[in-house]
């Protein structure tokens, strides 16, 4: 079975700093995919980005990068030069593709504040 | 383009009543998926579809539960007899049944039964 640890419950960061999410998962199948999702406070759960197993390079978005490492099963998220509006919790997710195995498992999420 | 649509946003009811939960996926999209989240389980799976049949209904809690999908621009999901422990925010997502293809999330339905 599979499954996605995001250590960090919850972290304060000031305005303008940089701040990373960790996101640890484990699964045994070889072809996986990974996804990084944000629930602002209005509750709705918006998708940032999706990463491929076999597709390691690192991917910037604007003040978002986002960082993949099979050797470590890691895919962790940065924010760089952080904003109020980024407050958030941030769910790490994990999807197979196998017939009867196709959902997101979701880590537990970190709660993320920006303090002005 | 219209997202995944769920009615109703909010909802409050008595214990004991019938609750039902709808939800529109993504024009296009051939399957869909109801998640609940609640403060100590998280998001967890209910049940999915793929070309609106049920696969993988693992999740659902109990009899009291139950998900159809008549076609495939509409499904319900129907709590009878509703209690306070199923106070949730149900989620509705769907995509296209691609692998690895991205799953979108309605905006949820806030459930608080008293």
């Known amino acids: 079975a599979q499954k996605v640890t995001q250590a960090q419950t919850e972290i304060s960061v000031v305005e303008k700093e940089d701040v990373t999410l960790d996101c640890v998962y484990e699964?045994?199948?070889?072809?996986?995919?990974l996804f990084w999702y944000k629930q602002p406070p209005s509750g709705e759960l918006v998708f940032l980005i999706r990463?491929?197993?076999?597709?390691?390079q690192n991917e910037i978005s604007g003040r978002y990068s986002w960082n993949f490492q099979k050797s470590t099963s890691s895919f962790n998220f940065t924010i760089t030069a952080s904003q109020v509006v980024d407050s958030a919790v941030y769910f790490c997710?994990?999807?197979?593709?196998?017939?009867?195995?196709?959902?997101?498992?979701f880590g537990t999420g970190t709660r993320l504040t920006i303090i002005p | 383009d219209a997202g995944v649509i769920q009615s109703p946003r909010h909802e409050v009811t008595e214990m004991g009543q019938e609750v039902t939960l709808r939800c529109k996926p993504i024009?296009?999209?051939?399957?869909l998926f109801w998640y609940r989240q609640t403060m100590m389980r998280g998001l967890e799976l209910l049940i999915y579809?793929?070309?609106?049949?049920?696969?993988?209904d693992s999740g659902m809690p109990e009899d009291r539960f139950s998900a159809k999908m008549p076609n495939a621009s509409f499904s319900t999901l129907k709590i009878q007899p509703s209690e306070p422990r199923d106070s949730a925010v149900y989620f509705c997502?769907?995509?296209?049944?691609?692998?690895?293809?991205?799953?979108?999330f309605g905006e949820g339905s806030w459930l608080t039964v008293v």
């Open positions: 579809f793929n070309n609106n049949v049920p696969i993988d």
């Open positions: 990463r491929n197993s076999f597709d390691e």
């Open positions: 024009s296009g999209h051939n399957s």
């Open positions: 699964t045994r199948d070889t072809t996986y995919y």
């Open positions: 997502a769907s995509s296209l049944r691609v692998s690895g293809n991205t799953i979108y």
């Open positions: 997710a994990l999807r197979l593709f196998n017939f009867g195995n196709e959902k997101l498992t």
